[in-house]
């Protein structure tokens, strides 16, 4: 019987961890993505297949990923979906006062990645019969400049913006894939963590984000999951290539 098949990157903690489990939950078949591993139970009917690669070195990732999709029998498989969700935030502070590596990393993680990763679902895929959907996890803050945090802004308003371009080239091809870059809100991750533990010298924001966790006001990843396969389940997936689940009914 055909099965759903989703790829998602930043697989072994946090948000894409828990959209792993969600989808394993459904029975379908996932490729799970992470410089870590990612090691979980598996129900009964579902699959689960672990990458361990470095998604600061997308190039070579994107390559397998289009061999692997190639060899693959598309009428065994009912909807294919790339969740990109994986992310990196450098040491919060001025862009000039910022390691160069970190910088270098945060937007090969956060932007360079995805680029290559989406080209090579779209192509691999091209010919394939059943609903194509590509996810970016995205942020507010590609919407909203926040000081302290360049390269992360830069990343997912790249990724925003990358989201647009990509829904206008599919919906001039025949079962072109729905594009969608959705922030999924504000979540208890390791992320948090780092921005909460910051100095406040260098990074005035936070102060707000310690409010954030003090005031209740974070989701946990197994709520956020939830909102972000909601979104990707919905039938009007892709008329709103940049969205934002907490603007979804």
Not at 215 to 243: C, N, W
Request: some cysteine.
């Amino acid at each position: 019987m055909p099965q759903a098949l989703n790829i998602v990157t930043g697989s072994s903690r946090g948000l894409g961890r828990a959209v792993v489990e969600q989808l394993l939950a459904r029975g379908d078949r996932v490729l799970a993505i992470a410089r870590g591993p990612t090691a979980m139970p598996v129900p009964p009917g579902a699959e689960l297949i672990a990458w361990q690669a470095d998604l600061a070195e997308p190039r070579p990732l994107a390559e397998r990923l289009a061999v692997w999709l190639q060899a693959l029998d598309p009428a065994q498989i009912s909807a294919v979906n790339l969740i990109n969700n994986a992310g990196v935030v450098s040491t919060p502070a001025p862009l000039s006062q910022s390691d160069a590596s970190e910088l270098q990393n945060a937007l090969r993680v956060g932007l360079e990645a995805p680029l290559l990763l989406s080209a090579a679902f779209l192509r691999a895929t091209a010919g394939w019969a059943c609903p194509r959907k590509l996810m970016l996890v995205s942020s507010g803050l590609g919407r909203r400049a926040m000081a302290g945090s360049a390269s992360y802004c830069a990343a997912k308003a790249g990724m925003d913006h990358l989201a647009r371009a990509l829904a206008l080239e599919e919906a001039l091809v025949p079962n072109g894939a729905r594009v969608v870059s959705l922030a999924p809100g504000v979540i208890d991750t390791d992320m948090q963590v780092q921005l909460r533990g910051a100095d406040a010298a260098l990074f005035p924001e936070v102060v707000r984000f310690r409010g954030l966790k003090d005031g209740g006001h974070l989701d946990s990843p197994t709520e956020a999951a939830a909102k972000l396969l909601r979104a990707l389940d919905r039938a009007d997936y892709g008329e709103q290539p940049v969205s934002d689940v907490r603007e979804l009914a």
